[in-house]
């Protein structure tokens, strides 16, 4: 096997002491939930596929594995990937992989599309709540998919898919992308109505067009007409993979929380829209400069309220560094999440760093205190894990926080990128 794959660590930790003025510059990575869809859609044609602007992180890891499962060979380094997809595949996605990354059901439009066939795992629910699937089942069944279920497998058969209109009762993200890839070899055209429009989907249209797709926008709709055959779209240089717009979130909230002034190579301000508002109205100085953003907090933060909502709305996956940022800045806010009602669940670790927060059903009220105390904290997925770092970096003593390794699935160099702008962090 060409991949190196890392081994996972359930003991690392992540140590935090409170950090001030943050300065320098920090290089935001390629974006964790574009290229797990992106590896999947390459699926799609027979050829070597290159990506370039890859993260070194270990979901990408586990989708190597899942590819290489199928009898695709895959080769890593130096932030490229390169997919050598044979005419032939084992359309299996085993449930030792699924298990382990959700993101794994994104193989399942692509095998229907282009196999007319599909086992995979069903994915289990997750730290902050149950995960369904039946958004996507559903919208797969209405381009001649059928589905049935046994031994915790999903079997998906199409003999011809046939392009339809497809109606999402809610912006799915993993429901749109999953369709996409489904509808771009079906006869005829699909209609996406009410589809996610998450930065990360559109990052998947351009390369499937690149491909040889026609994806266009009609209004807010989605169209896909269906065409006889894909090829790989990149040439050597590799198809540039969308910067992280939560990693750069994440690197944002350490900012508010320690002050300073940082500049984030990469970081796309036109898919933050949103959060630059809002972080703007907190009391933060964000400016785009070059190909990146500068951060600037010369102050103590001010509370606001935050609601989550689908894309352009404010990211699910930035709350949790939200809520850090709220509590230690002056006021109260209330937040509210609307997209996964289960993910509070390290609320209970930060109060065990003298957080002042209240749930109340889907919202959290969150009183500022002006000094959180390290205390040892536990990660229970990757965006909890990494506002836990955040709040570490805003509490006095020492902050361990346990789980590194859920941090990792999503963060390349966590610690070597804050420690590179100031803040006093180490991986053990
Ligand atoms: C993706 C992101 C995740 C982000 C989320 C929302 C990846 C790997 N993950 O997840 O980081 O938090 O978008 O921006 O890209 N739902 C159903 N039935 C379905 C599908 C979804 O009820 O078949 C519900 C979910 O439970 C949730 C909501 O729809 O309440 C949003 O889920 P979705 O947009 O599908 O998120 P993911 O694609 O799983």
Not at 46 to 55: D, E, F, I, K, M
Request: proline share 4%.
């Amino acid at each position: 096997m060409s991949v190196v794959l890392n081994a996972v660590d359930e003991r690392g930790t992540f140590v935090t002491q409170r950090s001030r003025d943050l300065d320098g510059e920090v290089c935001i990575s390629g974006a964790k939930n574009s290229v797990l869809k992106l590896m999947a859609a390459c699926l799609l044609a027979q050829g070597r596929h290159v990506l370039a602007n890859v993260p070194d992180i270990s979901d990408v890891s586990l989708m190597c594995e899942l590819l290489e499962a199928m009898g695709v060979t895959v080769t890593r380094a130096d932030h490229r990937l390169v997919v050598d997809v044979p005419a032939e595949l084992n359309t299996e996605a085993p449930y030792h992989v699924v298990e382990r990354m959700r993101a794994s059901i994104a193989v399942l439009g692509p095998l229907l599309g282009r196999f007319g066939a599909a086992r995979v795992a069903l994915p289990g629910g997750d730290d902050f709540g149950p995960r369904p699937i039946d958004m996507h089942l559903r919208a797969l069944e209405c381009l001649g998919a059928t589905f049935s279920t046994a031994h915790g497998d999903i079997w998906g058969t199409a003999r011809t898919l046939t392009g339809a209109e497809v109606v999402l009762d809610y912006p799915s993200v993993g429901a749109t992308e999953n369709v996409l890839m489904a509808a771009v070899q079906a006869r005829g055209r699909t209609l996406i109505v009410n589809p996610a429009r998450e930065p990360e989907v559109g990052d998947l249209v351009s390369f499937l067009n690149l491909m040889g797709a026609r994806i266009g926008w009609v209004g807010d709709r989605l169209a896909v007409d269906g065409v006889e055959q894909l090829t790989p779209a990149s040439n050597d240089n590799g198809y540039w993979v969308i910067s992280d717009r939560i990693e750069a979130a994440t690197l944002l909230a350490a900012v508010g929380v320690c002050g300073g002034s940082v500049y984030l190579r990469h970081a796309a301000a036109g898919h933050m829209t949103m959060l630059i508002r809002k972080l703007t109205e907190m009391g933060m100085r964000i400016s785009v400069e070059d190909a990146g953003l500068r951060a600037t907090v010369a102050r103590r933060l001010t509370s606001a309220n935050v609601s989550t909502l689908p894309y352009p709305g404010l990211a699910t996956d930035y709350k949790p560094f939200l809520v850090s940022l709220l509590t230690t800045a002056s006021g109260v806010g209330i937040v509210t999440e609307n997209i996964f009602t289960g993910r509070f669940r390290y609320i209970d670790e930060l109060r065990r760093m003298g957080a002042d927060i209240r749930i109340e059903g889907h919202h959290a009220v969150v009183r500022g205190t002006a000094h959180l105390s390290g205390a040892p904290v536990r990660a229970h997925d990757i965006r909890a894990g990494a506002a836990l770092v955040v709040a570490g970096l805003g509490a006095e003593g020492e902050t361990e926080v346990a789980g590194a390794h859920h941090i990792e699935r999503g963060y390349e160099d966590l610690a070597g990128k804050l420690a590179g702008v100031g803040a006093v962090i180490s991986r053990r």
